[in-house]
């Protein structure tokens, strides 16, 4: 199975994925979770900031969502632009620590649960 990370784009924060509840940290925890051991990670825009959709290139995300079984998207933005080029995937939440939906931890634990479903 070959499993594609989709992220949004590259975060402002200098500092690099090491401390607690850093999104590339809970990402991970959520791959063993998911008993997935490689995956691939990609992000829909290349620039930091604040972006919109007028900022995806398309073209690009088709070339890299096209060889990958399984796709999850983290986040809605992330969801929102698989869907514009009709790809099939499952959508995360952002496990960004300002995401406040990491705060109930039986809602993440669910969405896990859903999550292994797809990816059988």
Avoid at 29 to 54: H, P, R
Avoid at 58 to 79: I, N, P, Q, T, Y
Avoid at 85 to 110: A, T
Wanted: charged residues 25%; glycine residues 6%; proline residues 4%.
């Amino acid at each position: 199975m070959s499993v594609l990370v989709i992220g949004q784009n590259p975060g402002n924060n200098p500092k690099t994925a090491t401390y607690k509840g850093h999104t590339i940290v809970r990402l991970n925890e959520w791959c063993d979770d998911l008993g997935i051991n490689n995956y691939s990670f990609a992000n829909v825009v290349t620039q930091k900031g604040k972006v919109k959709m007028k900022d995806v290139d398309f073209d690009r995300l088709k070339g890299l969502v096209e060889d990958h079984s399984k796709v999850l998207a983290l986040g809605v933005f992330a969801s929102n632009c698989l869907s514009v080029i009709n790809k099939s995937h499952f959508r995360l939440p952002h496990p960004s620590p300002l995401n406040r939906q990491m705060n109930d931890k039986k809602l993440v634990k669910q969405i896990l649960a859903e999550c292994k479903e797809y990816l059988i």
